[in-house]
Nanobody
Protein backbone atom coordinates (compact mmCIF):
# COMPACT_ATOMS: atom_id res chain seq x y z
CA UNK A 1 0.00 0.00 0.00
CA UNK A 2 1.30 3.42 -0.96
CA UNK A 3 0.27 6.67 0.68
CA UNK A 4 0.65 9.94 -1.17
CA UNK A 5 0.20 13.42 0.32
CA UNK A 6 0.39 16.57 -1.77
CA UNK A 7 1.23 20.06 -0.58
CA UNK A 8 2.30 23.38 -2.03
CA UNK A 9 -0.79 24.53 -3.86
CA UNK A 10 -2.12 28.04 -3.62
CA UNK A 11 -3.08 31.23 -5.41
CA UNK A 12 -0.58 32.79 -7.81
CA UNK A 13 -0.69 35.41 -10.52
CA UNK A 14 -0.22 34.52 -14.16
CA UNK A 15 3.47 34.28 -14.96
CA UNK A 16 4.33 33.16 -11.44
CA UNK A 17 5.68 29.88 -10.12
CA UNK A 18 4.72 27.20 -7.62
CA UNK A 19 6.34 23.98 -6.51
CA UNK A 20 4.09 21.10 -5.54
CA UNK A 21 5.38 18.37 -3.27
CA UNK A 22 4.21 14.81 -2.80
CA UNK A 23 5.30 12.78 0.21
CA UNK A 24 5.48 9.08 -0.59
CA UNK A 25 5.27 6.36 2.04
CA UNK A 26 4.61 2.66 2.17
CA UNK A 27 6.44 1.17 -0.77
CA UNK A 28 9.06 1.88 -3.38
CA UNK A 29 7.48 3.20 -6.54
CA UNK A 30 7.78 1.91 -10.07
CA UNK A 31 6.49 5.15 -11.60
CA UNK A 32 5.28 8.56 -10.48
CA UNK A 33 3.02 11.15 -12.01
CA UNK A 34 1.05 14.34 -11.63
CA UNK A 35 -2.47 14.84 -12.91
CA UNK A 36 -4.87 17.76 -12.67
CA UNK A 37 -8.58 18.36 -12.87
CA UNK A 38 -10.09 21.70 -13.77
CA UNK A 39 -13.68 22.57 -12.82
CA UNK A 40 -16.10 20.80 -15.12
CA UNK A 41 -13.37 18.85 -16.87
CA UNK A 42 -11.95 15.36 -16.65
CA UNK A 43 -8.72 14.60 -14.87
CA UNK A 44 -5.76 14.88 -17.23
CA UNK A 45 -2.16 13.77 -17.25
CA UNK A 46 0.40 16.51 -16.57
CA UNK A 47 3.78 14.84 -16.08
CA UNK A 48 5.29 11.49 -15.19
CA UNK A 49 8.19 9.11 -15.33
CA UNK A 50 9.81 6.02 -13.87
CA UNK A 51 11.02 6.35 -10.29
CA UNK A 52 14.41 4.86 -11.13
CA UNK A 53 14.83 6.37 -14.57
CA UNK A 54 15.60 9.77 -15.98
CA UNK A 55 13.05 9.92 -18.79
CA UNK A 56 10.16 12.24 -18.11
CA UNK A 57 6.95 12.77 -20.06
CA UNK A 58 4.86 15.92 -20.17
CA UNK A 59 1.54 17.00 -21.54
CA UNK A 60 2.01 19.33 -24.50
CA UNK A 61 0.26 22.11 -22.60
CA UNK A 62 2.93 22.18 -19.86
CA UNK A 63 6.06 21.07 -21.72
CA UNK A 64 8.85 23.58 -21.20
CA UNK A 65 7.13 25.15 -18.19
CA UNK A 66 6.70 22.28 -15.70
CA UNK A 67 9.32 19.88 -14.38
CA UNK A 68 8.72 16.66 -12.46
CA UNK A 69 11.46 15.40 -10.18
CA UNK A 70 11.98 13.13 -7.20
CA UNK A 71 14.23 12.91 -4.17
CA UNK A 72 15.06 9.29 -3.38
CA UNK A 73 16.46 10.04 0.05
CA UNK A 74 13.38 11.97 1.14
CA UNK A 75 10.80 9.87 -0.75
CA UNK A 76 9.40 13.00 -2.31
CA UNK A 77 8.04 13.83 -5.74
CA UNK A 78 7.95 17.42 -6.94
CA UNK A 79 6.29 19.40 -9.69
CA UNK A 80 7.95 22.70 -10.41
CA UNK A 81 5.53 24.93 -12.30
CA UNK A 82 6.82 28.08 -13.98
CA UNK A 83 5.17 30.71 -16.14
CA UNK A 84 1.76 29.68 -14.86
CA UNK A 85 -1.35 30.48 -16.86
CA UNK A 86 -5.00 30.80 -15.79
CA UNK A 87 -5.73 27.58 -17.68
CA UNK A 88 -3.38 25.75 -15.29
CA UNK A 89 -5.96 26.25 -12.54
CA UNK A 90 -7.24 23.03 -11.00
CA UNK A 91 -6.76 20.37 -8.39
CA UNK A 92 -3.40 18.68 -8.79
CA UNK A 93 -3.01 15.03 -7.84
CA UNK A 94 0.08 12.99 -7.19
CA UNK A 95 -0.15 9.45 -8.57
CA UNK A 96 1.95 6.32 -8.38
CA UNK A 97 2.46 2.83 -9.72
CA UNK A 98 4.16 0.24 -7.56
CA UNK A 99 4.49 -2.26 -10.42
CA UNK A 100 4.52 -1.94 -14.18
CA UNK A 101 0.93 -1.35 -15.22
CA UNK A 102 -1.16 0.63 -17.65
CA UNK A 103 -2.88 2.78 -15.07
CA UNK A 104 -1.73 4.62 -11.97
CA UNK A 105 -3.07 2.75 -8.95
CA UNK A 106 -2.39 5.07 -6.02
CA UNK A 107 -3.58 8.64 -5.66
CA UNK A 108 -3.23 11.52 -3.26
CA UNK A 109 -6.13 13.72 -2.20
CA UNK A 110 -5.04 16.65 -4.31
CA UNK A 111 -3.97 20.23 -3.81
CA UNK A 112 -5.66 23.29 -5.30
CA UNK A 113 -3.76 25.54 -7.67
CA UNK A 114 -5.40 28.78 -8.74
CA UNK A 115 -3.80 31.10 -11.28
CA UNK A 116 -5.28 34.57 -11.57
CA UNK A 117 -5.04 36.67 -14.71
Amino acid sequence: QVQLAESGGGLVQAGGSLRLSCAVSGRTLYAMGWFRQAPGKEREFVAGGLWSGSVRNYADSVSGRFTISRDNAKNMVYLQMNNLRPEDTGVYYCAAKVVKSVNFTSWGRGTQVTVSS
